[in-house]
């Protein structure tokens, strides 16, 4: 055991250093108990001296973390013994600082008066303080005998939310707005003569209770397609927004009715480009052809879709599928109304627009032998297939496609539709499609004839319905008179596009299939003199208006997919035009002129001549030879791409145009989105 | 059935018509009536008072009417058309095949 003695001082410092020095031990050799911390009087009186006991430790139990000051070994005993000494260790130890001063120290407010000032308090927003039970708004003069109450202000701002139902009642969404609340309290402030009171704000989201949610729902009857882990994800989100919360199941669509082509039958197929850019011609056939009796298709009833339910539970009945009308045209039988059988050989051909589908069997004329002065010009309705050459000076003309085995020889070949040459033309002139410009120029006549009509229908409906007009009349009279009227006034066009359809079909109906001569010749009847018109009530007006729009929807369907096409092997010296593609897939080009509405493909070369394609023109190689010129054009919109070419090829796009002074590689001209041409190549 | 009476106001002629103006009216209009405005001069106004119905062909024969009436320079009108004849001519456009100034809308 080691010595103890006791000791005093003015101070619990004094007594503690007279201790040690008596004992001869430094601070961190002795145990200390204070025994009386004393108490400053004013100037001496009143004072109480302090009194410590000091210990001398076992040599063992000296530890590292022992104090090493005496002030710090003070206030650790003092701490171990009091609750409230912090403020009391200020007091004493900064006493002097704290005079009219305020400050903040675990949620309360203190103050220490001062004779010659007052601590200022200034309250701020998020708390409300009161002194003495009255709410101060601006800064403040307090002191130590004030009531001081702190009411930290905290808000709840509520989730607002809203359940909103589709119109097709297939969908159920939860539109929320998030909620908050705000949690305030005191932040510490340190003594100062005047203070702003600060708060810390804890801000948290309120969410919805989902439980709320799915009474609304069962209240409002929603029992079908409800995801609850959608409503729980909404429920708990801290952002404002939409939440899909019920999903109906729709009723499937369903396959609308089609026609089914026989396997047997291929129908032209139009070349595809790779996505390399190369041409695989393999894809593309030659023209389809049938024999009488056999059957071309068969019209494919449409599949129902299935039922679906909204989120009431309510069944919803599929849309109907509609059904594929079918249209024997030239060539052919319909059977049970269903299948298409050719009473003709020829090129079967399948219009579709709409819903409607007209089949027809173009009658074909084989000819076996050349065609030549003996044999006199060819001219047909149909197709014509040549077995042998045409010879110098011949004329072959088609309404339909035109194939020829043999070489063309200085001819002229003029085709409604499209063209095969398999072997050579040579100093001859290639039409394909001549049919089709004429036929969207009546396409457009008739797109606004038939519009005029079914307004004329309309009017006179409404006209039927008015007390004063005498509609029996029109039993005995028809509709001449009425029409005449119509015709002087609000339809004075109807006459006019009438007129133009008729004197245009006159001029062409070469090239025009019979529908079109038909049409022309029943408005021609009924319309030319209106008196005289065999027009009997609106339904027949309707009929006239439903041809000419058949006839126009055919051609805007047939330049989709059907668009006419000249296939060669090798032209020299030739014209060719075609208002579809051109594609020569042979040997290729000599100082000829090409020009296609669309595309042109040319597999081999290319020396000398003019070659334009609207949409494009791909050649594998253009070759030059002194005193040729080869220029290679598109439109605006279209692009030039050459494999091989050499010097002094001219390229033009739009109209804008560049001549290559050397040999290149892989070129690719275009316009670039500022209009200006661009051309890519290796050289 | 159609039939009209003639009157004779300060010079002018003013036919009342009367029944309705339809394709039996042809007859009388044709024959009797524009033989009576043969014979008679100044201007003429159509008083459609008693004109209850119409049909195309009596339209018809009405613009045939104010047409050659024109011609001659009789200054043709016509007047006191009903609500529901009124909206016959309307839906036709009368008005602008016989002139504005013949009927008023």
Not at chain 2, 55 to 64: E, K, M, N, P
Not at chain 2, 74 to 93: G, W
Request: contains cysteine; glycine residues 8%; aromatic residues 6%.
């Amino acid at each position: 055991m080691g010595e103890t003695i006791t000791s005093k001082g003015r101070n619990t410092k004094e007594a503690l250093d007279i201790a040690l020095s008596l004992l001869g031990k430094p601070l961190t050799d002795v145990e200390v108990e204070i025994i009386e911390n004393g108490e400053k009087g004013f100037l001496g009186i009143k004072s109480k001296p302090a009194v410590v006991k000091v210990k001398v430790k076992d040599s063992l139990s000296i530890t590292e973390t022992a104090p090493q000051t005496i002030e710090d070994l003070i206030s650790t005993i003092i701490n171990d013994q009091h609750d409230d000494v912090a403020i009391t260790k200020r007091q004493d130890s900064n006493q002097d600082d704290l005079s009219g001063k305020v400050w903040v120290l675990d949620g309360k407010i203190y103050c220490k008066d001062a004779e010659d000032k007052f601590p200022l308090i200034k309250p701020s927003k998020g708390v409300r303080i009161f002194k003495n039970g009255t709410l101060i708004s601006s800064t403040e003069v307090i002191c130590e005998a004030d009531v001081i109450e702190v009411e930290l202000i905290n808000e709840d701002v509520l989730p607002i939310w809203e359940i909103n139902i589709s119109e097709d009642k297939l969908e159920v969404f939860l539109e929320i707005k998030s909620g908050l609340s705000i949690r305030r309290t005191l932040k510490n402030l340190e003594p100062e003569p005047l203070i702003e009171i600060k708060t810390y704000e804890v801000r948290a989201p309120l969410y919805i209770d989902s439980t709320d949610v799915l009474h609304k729902l069962k209240e409002l009857g929603i029992i079908h397609g409800v995801d609850y882990a959608a409503i729980n994800a909404a429920c708990a989100s801290s952002t404002d927004g939409t939440f899909l919360i019920a999903k109906g199941t729709s009723p499937t669509k369903g396959k609308k009715g089609y026609f089914q082509l026989y396997n047997n039958i291929d129908v032209k197929k139009q070349f595809k480009e790779r996505v390399d850019g190369s041409v695989d011609f393999r894809d593309f056939k030659e023209f389809p052809s049938v024999n009488f009796g056999q059957i071309i298709g068969e019209v494919m009833p449409p599949e129902e879709g299935k039922a679906g339910m909204n989120v009431m539970g309510e069944i919803i009945e599929p849309m109907k599928a509609a059904s594929l009308k079918i249209k024997a045209g030239t060539g052919v039988l319909l059977v049970d109304g269903l299948k298409v059988v050719s009473i003709e050989s020829g090129y079967p051909e399948v219009k579709i627009s709409g819903q409607l589908a007209i089949v027809s069997v173009i009658p074909k004329l084989i000819i076996h032998h050349d065609v030549t002065i003996e044999t006199g010009n060819v001219s047909y309705l149909g197709a014509v297939e040549i077995k042998a050459s045409v010879q110098d000076g011949m004329k072959v003309e088609a309404k339909g496609n035109i194939q020829i085995e043999g070489n063309v020889f200085r001819a002229k070949v003029l085709s409604g539709k499209s063209i095969i040459a398999n072997k050579n033309i040579i100093a001859s002139k290639f039409t394909a499609g001549n049919g089709s410009l004429i036929k969207l120029e009546l396409s457009n006549i008739l797109m606004r004839l038939s519009n005029e009509l079914n307004n004329m229908k309309a009017a006179i409906t409404q006209l039927t319905h008015v007390s004063a007009f005498k509609v029996n009349s029109l039993k005995v009279t028809g509709l001449g008179p009425l029409m005449k009227i119509l015709c002087d006034s609000k339809f004075k066009d109807t006459p006019l596009l009438v007129n133009e359809y008729v004197k245009k079909v006159r001029e062409h109906s070469a090239e025009l299939e019979i529908e079109w001569i038909d049409l022309a010749e029943s408005l021609n009847n009924e319309f030319s003199n209106l008196h005289i018109s065999t027009m009997k009530n609106e339904e027949d007006i309707t009929n006239i208006a439903d041809q000419a729009e058949s006839l126009y929807l055919s051609v805007q369907s047939e330049n989709k997919d059907d668009a006419p096409f000249i296939k060669a092997d090798f032209v020299q010296n030739s014209e060719i035009y075609s208002n579809g593609d051109i594609l020569i897939l042979g040997q290729g080009v000599y100082s000829s002129s090409l020009f296609a509405r669309k595309n042109i493909i040319i597999k081999g070369f290319v020396r000398g001549g003019d070659i334009y394609g609207e949409e494009s023109v791909t050649i594998n190689e253009v070759g030059y030879r002194t005193g040729s010129y080869v220029k290679i054009a598109v439109s605006n919109s279209g692009f030039i791409k050459i494999k091989n070419a050499s010097e002094n090829t001219t390229i033009q796009v739009g109209g804008q145009s560049r001549v290559l002074f050397n040999k290149a590689k892989n070129i690719y001209a275009r316009l670039d989105e500022n209009g200006i041409l661009v051309v890519s190549k290796e050289e | 059935m159609f039939n009209f009476t003639l009157q004779n106001e300060a010079g002018n002629l003013v036919i009342n018509l009367q029944g309705d103006l339809d394709i039996e009216a042809t007859e009388i209009i044709e024959e009797e009536l524009m033989v009576e405005i043969q014979n008679s001069t100044g201007e003429v106004e159509l008083n459609f008072q008693n004109i209850d119905f119409v049909d195309s062909s009596g339209i018809g024969l009405l613009i045939s009417l104010t047409t050659s009436l024109k011609e001659t320079n009789r200054r043709p009108t016509i007047t006191n058309i009903s609500e529901d004849v009124k909206m016959v001519f309307t839906l036709l456009q009368l008005d602008e095949i016989l002139g504005r100034d013949v009927v008023l809308l």
